[in-house]
């Protein structure tokens, strides 16, 4: 069976730093991108990063790139998600996502497939 647990979450101040981790198993864990999604109170999900299955490829939502880092351990099967310089927009319910990827008819395709229950940021003074 498919899990994913996120942990790390908590309250921090304006600044501050935080760093959300997601143990992944029952999958191969090499063979997946893995992305980070993010919801605050009252709103929809928002895709805060990426990385493909060996590191080499990453990428982020403009509204937290040079703050936040997404990193992978594949011997560990965790994902990592580095936040500095948090803000109080940043809060949310944080969610470690499985990405799957198709090819039909020359065009690609990507979707979420699997996701854990998330693990809650809250940036406050």
């Known amino acids: 069976q498919v899990q994913l647990v996120e942990s790390g979450g908590g309250l921090v101040q304006p600044g501050g730093s935080l760093r959300l981790s997601c143990a992944a198993s029952?999958?191969?864990?090499?063979?997946?991108?893995m992305s980070w999604v993010r919801q605050a109170p009252g709103k929809g999900l928002e895709w805060v990063s990426d990385?493909?299955?060996?590191?080499?490829?990453?990428k982020s939502a403009d509204s937290v790139k040079g703050r936040f880092a997404i990193s992978r351990d594949n011997i560990k099967k965790t994902i990592y998600l580095q936040m500095n310089n948090l803000k109080p927009e940043g809060t949310a319910l944080y969610y470690c996502?499985?990405?799957?990827?198709?090819?039909?008819?020359?065009?690609?395709?990507?979707?979420?497939?699997?996701w854990g229950q998330g693990t809650q940021v809250t940036v406050s003074s």
């Open positions: 996502a499985r990405v799957f990827r198709e090819y039909y008819d020359g065009t690609y395709y990507a979707r979420v497939d699997y």
């Open positions: 029952g999958f191969t864990f090499n063979s997946y991108v």
């Open positions: 990385i493909n299955h060996d590191s080499a490829i990453t």
